[in-house]
């Protein structure tokens, strides 16, 4: 079946840091993959996806490159601010009828001043 | 901004007592979702629905039921709460269609059972 396996966290940075998430992913056919952030005491919210190989998504300074040839969608930020702390988390979903999202167990970013 | 919500948004029950957990969209989705999120943040999805009418287990296993009477209306029902039906739940919503889109989340219901 379909898996996400993200790099385990919590992971602390000084603000202005640069910031990298591993994600790589076990998937038939050609999924879509998504980045989503959750802040403190709220729910998910999409911060960036990508449909194909090869494509960027980006969001509020952050990236993440579909490589279909590792398996991979790292996100990226070249300098994380102090609100950007929360859960991120990677996510594929298979296109077709049923299209259920799976996702990485999540990676906690702490950024201190 | 996402159109779905979800209440109430913290509840404290005594074991034993039934329960149900909201969540409307107003988004005209067809496709809606229940995720369990444990305490360290993992999400497990319990229930899901792809229309009114249909509903489905999802893959981790759960003593809660759910409804789709209507299409912006996805209850989740605890007949008998446990303690160990303490965590947060996740509603969310996707637009119907062949083509991948992405899950619209509510802010959740954290659920303490004592």
């Known amino acids: 079946g379909d898996s996400v396996t993200q790099m385990e966290g919590p992971v602390t940075l000084s603000e202005e840091a640069f910031l990298t998430i591993n994600c790589t992913y076990t998937a038939t056919g050609y999924p879509s993959l998504f980045w989503y952030v959750q802040y403190p005491g709220e729910g998910l919210q999409l911060l960036l996806k990508a449909t194909k190989a090869d494509d960027k998504g980006s969001n509020k300074g952050f990236e993440a490159t579909y490589r279909k040839e590792t398996t991979s969608f790292h996100l990226e930020k070249g300098s994380v601010q102090v609100s950007d702390s929360a859960v991120y988390f990677c996510a594929l979903s298979n296109s077709g009828g049923y299209q259920k999202v799976t996702f990485g167990t999540g990676t906690k970013l702490q950024v201190i001043p | 901004e996402a159109d779905i919500y979800q209440t109430p948004r913290y509840l404290v029950i005594g074991t034993g007592k039934k329960i149900t957990l909201e969540c409307s969209q107003t988004?005209?989705?067809?496709?809606m979702y229940w995720y369990q999120q444990d305490p360290g943040m993992e999400l497990h999805l319990i229930h899901y629905?792809?229309?009114?009418?249909?509903?489905e287990k999802g893959d981790l296993s759960s003593e809660s039921t759910v409804s789709r009477i209507r299409t912006e209306h996805f209850p989740l029902t605890l007949e008998s709460a446990r303690p160990s039906h303490t965590s947060q739940y996740l509603c969310?919503?996707?637009?119907?269609?062949?083509?991948?889109?992405?899950?619209?989340f509510g802010q959740g219901t954290r659920l303490t059972v004592v």
């Open positions: 969310a919503s996707r637009e119907t269609g062949w083509i991948v889109t992405e899950a619209f």
């Open positions: 988004m005209g989705h067809d496709k």
């Open positions: 629905s792809y229309g009114v009418n249909s509903t």
